[in-house]
Structures are given as C-alpha cells and as structure tokens.
C-alpha cells in the first residue's frame, strides 16, 4: 500500500505546481499541432497552397503607384513602376505579388518570402521537434539509469570508469558537437531521431548518471537495502524494486531538462542548415532571415515570431514539467 | 587540504587526458578526409607529399599519438599551416574573454539578487512569473535574440554613427538597401583589449577591497551601487590615462550586444537554481534561531541565508561551463549571420575562427577549439573544489557530494 501512497504524494505535488501543470497542457498542444496537421493537409488545405515545403500562394496587393510627385523618392518609386507597366499613370491603382504576406483569414499566420503558409509550417515541423525533444529524453533517462545504477551497486573499478567517462562526456560542448556533426558529411543521416539520440548520450546522459550516482548510493547505503539483502533478495530486485523508484523524479526532471536543450540545439542545428531535417522551426527563420522579400518593407515577424516562439514554448514546456518532478523529488527524499 | 587537492587534479588530468582523446576520434569519425581534400581535383601526385609533409598518413594511433604530444606540451595541436594552436587561440581570445566576463558578471549578480528575493518571497503569485520568466530566457532561440538586439541596436542606438571601429558597408539591389553588414576591423593581438579585461578585474577587485578598511574605520559598509559607480569611474580614468578613451568606448558599444545576449541566456538558469537553494535554506534551523533573537528580516536573508545559496549557484554554472562557453561561440556567430533585415556583425572572437575552421574542415583548429573550452572548464571545476573545501570543510573528508554531483 505505501507504494501507491507515494505516487499519489507525487502527483497531489505536481498538481499544486501550476506552472508543471501549464507546461504538460503546452505539450499537449503541440501534440495535438502534430496530429492536426496531416488531417488538415487531407481535408480542408488544398496541397498546391498549403503543402509545407512546395506550397505556394501568390499575395496581391493593391496599392496605389504614387499619389503625386513631390519629391525625388516619389519620382524614383514612379520610374520603378514604369519599367514594369510603361502606360501606367500617376494615381492608378496596380495589384503586385507582395511577399512575405500579412495575416489574413486565407493564412492565419502570414506567407513566407516564398509564399508559403506559416501555420501549415509551423504545425507540420512540431512532428520533428517531438521527435527530437522525445529521443532526448529517453535516451537521457535510459542511459543515465542505467549508468548510475550499475556504477552505484558494482562500486570499485566500474564505477570508476563509468564516472570518469561521464565527467569526460560532459566537457563536452553538446550544441556545438551537434553543429560539428552536421558539417561533416553526417550531415544527411543527421535525422531527428538521430539527432536526439547522440544528444541525449552527450549532454543530458552523462549529467543525469553523475547526480544519480551519488543519488544511488545514498539510497543504497541505508538500512533497508541490508534488509532486503538479509531476506534475501538479489541484485536484481533490489535495483528494480527498492532502487529504482527512488531515482525516478531526478531522472525524470534530467530527461525533461535534456529534451528541453535538444529543442533549442536543433533549432540552431538546422537554422545554420546543418541537419537533414527539410522542415523545422530553426530553418523557418532562417528562410524568413535569409531570403530576399518581393516587395515588402519592414521585417517578416510574422514568420520569425511564430517560429522562435515555438521552439521557446516547446522547449519550455519541458522545462516546467522538469521544475514540476523537482519539487517532487524533494518533497519525497 | 593538500591530499584533497592532489587528488583532485590527479582526476583532472585523468579526465583531461579522456576528453582530448574523445575529441580527437569523434574528430576523426565526423570529419572523414582531411584537409588535403579541399584541393582534391587539382593536387595529384603533390596531395601524398602533403599528406606526408603534415604527418595525415600516418595510421590513426600515430596521428593520436603525435596529437596527444603535442597537447601535453600545451599546444593544442598545430594548424595545417604549422602555427601552434594556442598562438592562434590566444590572439582571438580577448573578444570572447571581455564579452564572457562582463556578461557573466552581469548575469551571476542581477540573477542571485533576483534569485534572493523570490526564494525568500511567499507570495506564489511573485514565484509563477519569476520562474516562468526564467524559463523563457533560458529557452530562448539564440538567432532570434540576436537578430532582435541587433534591429534594437540600429534603430534606437545608431549603430551607424559609430565608425572609428566598424566599417559600413550597404548591400545594394536595384537601388533598395536590403540589408547592412558591420565590420568590425580586424584586431590580431589588439593590446587595448588585454589592457580592458585587465583594467575590468584589477580594478574590481581593488573596489571589493575596499569594503574592509572602510567597515574597520566607520563600522559601516559601502552601498553596492556606490561601489559599481566607483569601478566605473576607475575604468573611464584608467582608459583616459592610456588616451584611448573614444575607442575603448566604442568597443564597448559593440561588445555590449553579445555581452546582453550571453547574460539573457544564462541568467534564467542563475535564477532558478538560487530560487530553489533559498527555498532549502529558510527551512534551516540558524534561519529561525536568527528571527528568535530578532534579526531584521532583510539581514537574515542577506547575510545568512542568501550566502549559503551562492554555492549550488556557483556549481551548477560551473558544471554548465562548456554550455555557457558553446552558447557564447553561438551568439557570437549569430550575429555574423548576413540577413536581409539587421546587421551582421563579425566578431574576431572564438566564434569566427572555429566556424571557418569547420567549412575548410582544417579539423585540427576545430579540434583545438573543443579541447580550449574543456581545459577552461576542467580548470574551473578544480578552483571550484578548492574553493568549496575551504568553504566546507565535509567537502574533504568525502561527506558531502562533489559539487559536481549536487542535484538541482
């Protein structure tokens, strides 16, 4: 029964931490931009405008050419217009294709510099970003217990080794490994979930097995575990049944925290263009930075807000959770 | 003390020894080919005798071998053009040294002030939007940090009226000015920004130092903000006296919008980890024994609650050194990203060669950076312990964990 009574502890816990609450009601919601998106692209949004990557959807604007010549910017804006249309006259109306487009009920979120719809981008590169943030956190949380766990109950020359390479590991600047690795011809097997993996192992593995260790071995000093070695239990129910358990809610807050890093690395990763990922928020705001508008003054933020605000929400959204098992690893310690 | 300390750089250079090695064969692994590849079509018969001349045909392990020699002696290795690594890295260190100081400064300060007043706080309302403002910083995408400082930069600051640093130069398309791009000039071995790194610390320290004879001769202590003025004013003296004022402040100008981006980007972290230590802290039994005997309030929090929180702070940003010195190089190569909107700003820092290095896969720079920013965290993290055994005198004799191994 006391089993039970702690995971009911954990959750009263995370419940009370609104902030937790907010940050899984935040990855619901890209969950649910995840499964929307290919249901919307098989009903509603036609392929030709709306597909992600080969989209495409003209915006016309009608704009009046000069109202009346007065000075000399008025005069080159006139030129301007009169080498496209030489017939055209001071005060008429011409439609031209302005792009990137503004909000509109067509494209929620605006166009892009080559004319494709935001929000149909933004929902489809979540599915990636998922991808990313939950390799991340698995292997975090796999390799890392699994480390600390074996380093904490085999002690001597085991633990050892498997502490020096996690310190080693850790050293290891991970964002800009990643971006080494898509420089380099991995570039094109540089998947999402490949991406997730190698830096969950770098990054978030080594630093969640160093704080499990010693986590673990705290655990295993205490009499309970003598206890249960005394009625007889092998190694292998003491680390499953009486070990484990308790590393859970630090693991949890390292795995969540680790996805949280992977989200923003990729979106760097893939802003510089080095990652085999075609669509991803990093590569939305690089494409709205990089290439040339058609007649548009001012700066895209349409494109460039929805994108960076949905890799910050993404990647914060884990992080609040982390913050949530934190408090739970500290109220049951 | 002295064994601990032996034993702790003993493990050091254990690990040391590791991670050059880790980098040398995920070098090799990613980087397939060498730098004889670039001139591929054109070399011929000549590419074996390169190859022979920068000691690439040897197997893997002799290339390891002469690698982890040439580490030992300190070098870092050698550029493919024979110069020592280190020569290369220490002519652009300054740029990031000066923008990794102050920005770290800046952050550990207003972070732990912040992070001090919200742990001690009880209003939960005050707690949510601190740690939610938190987060965010800490989440934030670097390239749209910078690309917003740098639009705030032109428009509210004029980026353009400075000039005796920065040369100007408009892309022009048909007439329309798309976009800007800012040189800064080249500063090999620029002298002027040792002398300010230099000048930032010794007259910092010289201001801290002051506190002391101050408090024995008035029984009083200087007002932080009196202090700040006064390290302000040192420095401006200091640059005046070597007649270099104008630059030195224009340097400035520019160093302050990575410095700006590096401090948003680790303070979050700063402010949560204290938050939480402060948390633990008022639950400690000295905390209520000080209110039993009728402390102020603010005393308590400041003398004997918030210093105990500085520790786990000081840990966790020193185990997260690699990050924050990888989120430096990051935000300084933003920056030098041409857009079509803002400036591009091309620092002379670590970034600049380390991203060049990569596109010409002259793998050993690359290589060479990745082991300068372990060697600086590896060095860190031994000041680190000597500094919390002095603190805490468990650290030595094994009873408390490692700072390395504390959990947030």
């Known amino acids: 029964m006391r089993h039970r009574s702690w995971w009911r502890i954990a959750a009263v816990r995370f419940k009370s931490n609104k902030l937790a609450v907010f940050g899984v009601v935040l990855i619901g919601v890209f969950a649910l931009a995840a499964i929307i998106h290919p249901i919307l692209m098989a009903t509603v949004w036609d392929r030709d405008t709306y597909h992600p990557v080969f989209g495409h959807d003209d915006i ?200 949280s890093g992977a989200i923003v690395a990729d979106g760097f990763v893939s802003f510089l263009g080095f990652s085999d990922t075609r669509l991803n928020w990093g590569t939305i705001i690089f494409f709205a930075l990089s290439l040339p508008p058609a007649n548009r003054a001012g700066i895209p933020w349409e494109a460039i807000v929805a994108a960076a605000g949905a890799i910050s929400l993404f ?19 | ?85 280190l020569d290369l890295m220490s002519t652009l260190l300054p740029w990031s040294l000066l923008i990794f100081t102050l920005s770290i400064t800046l952050a550990f300060l207003s972070g732990h002030w912040l992070g001090k007043i919200v742990g001690w706080s009880k209003s939960r309302r005050l707690k949510a939007v601190i740690r939610l ?71 910092g320290i010289f201001v801290l130092a002051l506190q002391k004879p101050f408090r024995r001769l008035f029984r009083r202590r200087i007002p932080g903000w009196v202090l700040f003025l006064a390290w302000v004013g040192l420095n401006l003296g200091f640059w005046q006296y070597l007649g270099e004022r104008a630059k030195a402040l224009d340097i400035l100008f520019l160093l302050s919008l990575p410095l700006l981006a590096v401090a948003i980007l680790t303070i979050g972290e700063i402010i949560l980890v204290v938050e939480a230590a402060m948390d633990g802290v008022s639950q400690e039994e000295y905390i209520n ?19 105990v929180a500085l520790l786990p702070a000081l840990s966790r ?37 380390l991203f060049a290095s990569l596109q010409a896969r002259d793998y050993p720079l690359v290589v060479g950076g990745l082991l300068f920013i372990g060697v600086i965290s590896v060095g860190a993290r031994i000041v680190l312990d000597v500094l919390h055994a002095a603190l805490d005198p468990r650290t030595r004799y094994g009873q408390t964990d490692r700072p390395t191994e504390m959990a947030i």
């Open chain 1, 60 to 259: 016309i604007v009608e704009k009046v050419v000069v109202e009346e010549v007065t000075d000399d910017e008025a005069q080159i804006q006139l030129m301007r217009a009169r080498m496209l249309n030489p017939f055209i006259t001071i005060g008429e109306t011409v439609s031209e294709v302005s792009l990137p487009g503004p909000f509109t009920a067509k494209h929620p979120l605006g166009v892009d510099n080559l004319g494709r719809d935001v929000l149909s981008m933004v929902l489809a590169a979540s599915t990636p970003s998922f991808v990313v943030g939950v390799s991340a956190a698995l292997t975090t949380a796999i390799v890392g217990l699994f480390v600390a766990t074996t380093a904490a109950y085999r002690r001597g020359a085991t633990d050892m080794l498997l502490t020096e390479v996690s310190d080693t590991l850790q050293l290891l600047p991970a964002p800009l490994l990643m971006v080494i690795l898509g420089a380099g011809p991995f570039r094109d097997s540089l998947s999402p979930l490949a991406f997730g993996v190698i830096y969950g192992v770098v990054s978030g593995a080594s630093g969640a097995a160093i704080v499990l260790r010693s986590q673990a071995l705290t655990v295993l000093s205490r009499p309970f575990i003598d206890a249960t070695r005394v009625a007889g239990a092998g190694a292998k129910q003491i680390i499953l049944k009486h070990l484990l358990p308790h590393l859970v809610p630090v693991a949890a807050l390292y795995m969540l925290i680790g996805a």
């Open chain 1, 315 to 333: 990647s914060a959204a884990f992080y609040l959770v982390g913050l949530g098992f934190r408090d739970i690893a500290r109220a049951t310690d």
């Open chain 2, 1 to 85: 003390m002295g064994r601990f300390l032996v034993r702790r750089i003993i493990s050091s250079i254990i690990t040391l020894f590791l991670f050059a090695t880790v980098v040398f064969f995920v070098a090799k692994v990613m980087m397939p080919g060498d730098f004889t590849n670039n001139f591929m079509p054109g070399l011929g018969d000549r590419r074996a005798a390169l190859q022979a001349e920068l000691g690439l045909d040897r197997s893997v392990f002799g290339q390891w071998w002469r690698f982890m020699g040439s580490f030992v002696q300190g070098r870092f290795g050698e550029t493919t053009d024979g110069r020592p690594i």
């Open chain 2, 133 to 203: 403002g938190a987060v965010s910083t800490h989440t934030l995408f670097p390239p749209f940090l910078v690309f917003v400082l740098a639009i705030a930069w032109i428009n509210l600051a004029g980026l353009e009226g400075r000039s005796s640093m920065i040369s100007i130069a408009g892309v022009d398309q048909g007439g329309i000015r798309v976009g800007r791009t800012f040189m800064i000039l080249p500063t090999e071995g620029e002298p002027l920004l040792w002398q300010m790194a230099a000048g930032f610390v010794v007259l």
């Open chain 2, 289 to 307: 024994t000080a209110r039993a005997i009728g402390m102020p309030e603010k005393q308590i929090r400041d003398r004997h609650a918030a210093r």
């Open chain 2, 317 to 353: 940003f020193v185990v997260s050194l690699p990050f924050v010195l990888s989120g430096l190089v990051i935000v300084e190569y933003a920056f030098s990203v041409p857009t079509h909107y803002g400036a591009s700003i091309n620092f002379p820092g670590l970034s600049s060669v």
